[in-house]
């Protein structure tokens, strides 16, 4: 899927082999070269890729402030449907791109996590604004960082992020899923249980666990 | 009888007690053919603005019994507010209703302010009514683009969030974010508006009503607007006054409460406005007030910028407000004020004070308590949609489940304000 | 706003209909404040309904924390005929809190009352629903008492925790700035 | 014979073919989920645990709002053919199709009397 630039120098000549191919009187290493310029050449995984990174359906997934900065993503100003990305779902099976706009609440986060086990695959997620890369403002017994309990793969800093900073993770995500999908937050789903705590885990009281071990069952 | 499991059960207690009209009905009264059906309007629905829970009880379509459930985007603020220094609470109430920012700055600098008996300049009083009238349209819009949405008139959030930008614009201009911007500063504004702001304003002001009489062609003589919004779900003002519910829902039921006319506070008094009351408190009249306002607030704009008077944009109380930068080169009590505010602020004498102003939503009381120290003992902020929430339940009983969502859609719920 | 004579007033009438109900009176940035004995809330409001106050705007919950009693609920009542506003306080301490419930005369106080039960432990007695409101059902504690630990993550500076250097504010130890003098 | 059904044949197969392709085209195209959780297979209810049992029995009105929907909207499908070939088969199909409409219309006009339509 790679596109070659080519120097305009040899215009004149690429136009003549044009016109003798379309006569007909073209063979050997040109007729050769001519073809293979012309034709596109990529894998399955590639073609897959492609089309999923230009057409992502994200699921209205509104908490806080950043939700009302998520619908002005699809208003007239910044308009993702340029990129493919307009059509706001509700239900997580029809989607997949997960955009966490908000603070999470620790009584939110299971169900956050939920929706995003409901997803289907091949489901991303964006943690759009400091409160759900980080706490962000509120560092206090409320709220939850999304990477606590899910696997984010791309953090939209701001509060709330300007429309555009968010259409620019959405971009990032899409080259992402074009160049390699298998990269991400520690390889996607074995994700859980490698937050880096710095001494033991039991320093954080706070850290929630919210899927219990009876919760998940290898497939 | 009914499917609801002990799990259903436990959250299912008696709600309103039996008090003025409003009955207590338990589920076990209604015997009926239909299966009743308890389901999750939860917490990740497209429709209920927000992450309100609503734990319906549904025989059919009709709507039996409805119990809000909150608390999910809980944030803990008012404790926060409680470990940081008087001028660095402002950002963090600012994000408690995340719609009428300016609202809550302006409620709690009200308060302080009260506290400190700190007197405000007439200039700064001109700029915050200027940039609450604004903020109010700007609630306003979301508020018309997400209900239309709800109802089915997609085209009109397109149109909102232009003029959303707009307004969004003219915020980035005066003090540099499009949201939560903090300009609202104990003493007064954080800065002067630039140059071209006053224009800009004004070619705002001379859009705006064009474009609300837009909106409003669009949805009046719309038979499918009129079907779901005329006659839904009204309520009585009487149920509405013990129900606690203020703004726009209160005026609706044609009770003309407006804290900007009944306690004039930032200068309001100087401007001349008009309070748009409904009649029947149903949908519909909801919808028309709301309307209404965003006329009145361009005209209180046009006149706050006519009447712009001269003067400090921030009291000079140096005990209080960071002196300007320039003056830190140069003088050697500038620099220690700021050095003394910015470490660790102003001190505020003790006291306890509730101050009330009038938002797009309805009262936003700020009480602030301070023991004398540099940190507020106790904020809390008495937020409209917390109360207003209420009076879902007594709106929608017996009612369909399509009203339900347009009723929600009217209630114009913040969670953000409710859950704190 | 009922001027500090009138507050004398309304408080003087107040003790006639029932002695030892008010505890105190204070006038503080012209705005009238009420202290009454917890267990006649009821009774008051009632009255101050009658005298007028017919909208009870706000119910919210205090924390008094170095001083007895510690828990405090005020009652933010509104006069909309000649616009006026009165506050009625009370203080109950952390061990009996109880207060009786005003929801079945001010229905606007269900979820607020519900609101203070689940941030300050204060008990309504004769509330229809006393649920926890914010905090998920099964959470232990009363998050918005002075003593409770604001909670959070300490900031983690790995590359000096690396080396030795423990910059990390104890989240739960209280910072000293933040202790208030009392 | 069989030569005058090849073509319904053929269509038949193609059209086998391609509904199979659709329906299996996830498996075959999609990654392969490597860890299923037990929530993935849960019904969706806006994010909470879902307590609605299997055995639910939906209420009377909405089947009968079902079928009468089904009754008026075959109603278009019979017209498609006639409309398709309206100029060969001249003012005769036109008039026949206006009987049609008629007939349904006095149901139509009897349902709504009988107040089938508005929700009880």
Not at chain 2, 27 to 54: F, S
Request: with cysteine; glycine share 8%.
């Amino acid at each position: 899927m790679e596109v070659i630039r080519q120097d305009p120098s040899d215009f004149r000549a690429r136009g003549i082999r044009a016109r003798d191919a379309l006569r007909g009187d073209l063979e050997g290493a040109d007729l050769e070269k001519y073809v293979e310029e012309r034709v596109l050449t990529t894998t399955l995984d590639k073609a897959l890729n492609w089309a999923r990174g230009n057409a992502i359906f994200p699921a209205t997934f509104g908490l806080a402030c950043c939700a009302i900065e998520m619908m002005t993503l699809v208003a007239g100003h910044v308009d993702i449907a340029r990129f493919g990305a307009e059509a706001f779902r509700g239900s997580p099976r029809q989607s997949d791109l997960m955009i966490i706009s908000g603070r999470i609440s620790i009584k939110m986060a299971p169900i956050v996590r939920r929706i995003y086990d409901q997803m289907l695959e091949p489901k991303w997620a964006i943690a759009m604004g400091a409160c759900s890369s980080s706490m962000g403002v509120f560092n206090n017994y409320a709220i939850v960082p999304a990477d606590k309990f899910m696997p984010v793969d791309v953090h939209v800093p701001g509060c709330p992020p300007r429309p555009e900073a968010v259409m620019h993770g959405i971009l990032k995500l899409r080259q992402m899923i074009q160049d390699d999908p298998a990269m991400g937050w520690r390889d996607r789903y074995e994700a859980r249980g490698t937050e880096e705590v710095v001494g033991d885990p039991a320093a954080f009281p706070t850290a929630v666990n919210v899927l219990g071990p009876e919760d998940t069952e290898r497939a | 009888m009914s499917s609801v499991s002990e799990y259903r059960q436990s959250e299912q207690a008696v709600d309103v007690a039996e008090a003025g009209g409003i009955v207590a009905q338990t589920l076990t009264e209604w015997g009926g053919d239909e299966e009743l059906l308890t389901i999750n309007l939860g917490p990740h629905h497209p429709a209920t603005h927000g992450v309100l829970r609503l734990l319906t009880t549904l025989e059919g379509e009709v709507i039996r019994d409805i119990k809000p459930i909150i608390g999910y985007v809980h944030t803990g603020i008012e404790k926060t507010a409680e470990q940081k220094s008087y001028w660095k609470v402002i950002p963090v109430i600012e994000r408690m209703d995340y719609l009428a920012y300016y609202f809550n700055a302006m409620a709690y600098c009200g308060a302080v302010e009260t506290l400190l008996e700190l007197e405000v300049p007439k200039r700064a009083q001109y700029l915050r009514v200027i940039h609450l009238e604004l903020c109010r349209i700007m609630s306003h819009m979301v508020w018309l683009g997400t209900s239309a949405l709800d109802v089915g008139a997609m085209s009109l959030l397109f149109y909102c969030f232009r003029e959303r930008d707009n307004i969004l614009d003219l915020f980035e201009m005066s003090s540099g974010q499009r949201m939560h911007t903090r300009y609202i500063q104990v003493g007064g504004v954080m800065e002067d508006i630039p140059k071209g702001f006053e224009e800009k304003c004004r070619a705002f002001c001379k859009r705006m009503p064009k474009a609300a009489d837009d909106f409003n062609a669009l949805l009046t003589r719309n038979e499918i607007f009129l079907n779901r919004m005329r006659n839904v779900t009204p309520l009585d003002e009487k149920t509405l006054l013990e129900l606690g519910v203020t703004g726009p829902l209160l005026r609706a039921a044609g009770n003309p409460w407006d804290l900007r006319k009944a306690q004039p506070y930032s200068s309001y008094d100087d401007f001349d406005f008009k309070i748009p009351v409904g009649t029947k408190g149903d949908n519909w009249d909801r919808y028309a007030v709301r309307w209404a306002e965003i006329y009145e607030s361009v005209k209180i704009i046009e006149q706050a910028l006519d009447g712009l008077p001269e003067g400090p944009h921030i009291a000079d109380d140096r005990k209080v407000v960071l002196p300007p930068r320039h003056e830190l080169a140069t003088s050697m009590e500038a620099l220690i004020h700021h050095f003394k505010l910015v470490t660790e602020g102003f001190r505020v004498p003790p006291g306890e004070v509730y101050y009330p102003i009038e938002g797009p939503r309805g009262e936003y009381g700020c009480f602030v308590r301070s023991d004398g120290s540099s940190k507020p003992a106790r904020v809390h902020m008495r937020d409209p949609s917390f109360v207003n929430l209420q009076a879902l339940a007594p709106m929608v009983r017996d009612s369909y489940l399509a009203d339900l969502i347009a009723t929600l859609a009217m209630l114009d719920p913040i969670l953000g304000g409710i859950d704190r | 706003m009922p001027d500090a004579t009138g507050l004398e007033l309304l408080a003087g009438e107040l003790r006639d209909a029932d002695p030892d109900c008010v505890l105190d009176t204070l006038y503080f940035r012209d705005k009238a404040r009420i202290a009454i004995r917890p267990d006649r809330v009821r009774e008051v409001l009632q009255f101050l309904r009658g005298k007028g106050f017919t909208f009870l705007a706000s119910v919210h919950g205090l924390d008094y924390y170095p001083e007895e009693p510690r828990l405090g609920v005020q009652y933010e009542l509104l006069n909309m005929h000649d616009v006026d506003r009165i506050t009625v306080t009370l203080r109950v301490p952390i061990d009996a809190p109880e207060v009786p419930s005003v929801t079945p005369d001010w229905p606007t106080a269900n979820h607020q009352e519900r609101e203070i039960f689940d941030m300050f432990g204060v008990i309504f007695t004769g509330h229809p629903d006393l649920r926890r409101i914010l905090m998920p059902e099964d959470y232990e504690g009363h998050p918005q008492r002075r003593d409770f630990p604001i909670g959070g993550e300490p900031v983690l500076f790995t590359h000096q925790q690396a080396h030795g250097v423990d910059y990390t504010v104890g989240v739960d130890r209280i910072h000293p700035g933040s202790r208030t003098p009392s | 014979m069989l030569r005058s059904y090849l073509p319904a044949i053929v269509f038949l197969v193609i059209g086998g073919i391609i509904g199979l392709l659709f329906t299996y085209a996830n498996t075959l195209l999609g990654p392969k989920p490597r860890k299923t959780v037990k929530a993935t297979y849960e019904p969706y209810e806006s994010g909470m645990p879902s307590e609605v049992k299997r055995t639910f029995r939906f209420g009377i009105s909405f089947y009968m709002i079902a079928m009468l929907f089904i009754l008026f909207d075959i109603e278009v499908i019979f017209l498609f053919p006639i409309a398709v070939q309206l100029r060969e088969f001249g003012t005769f199909a036109m008039w026949e199709a206006v009987t049609f409409i008629g007939l349904l219309a006095i149901a139509f006009v009897y349902v709504w009397r009988r107040g089938a339509l508005s929700w009880r």
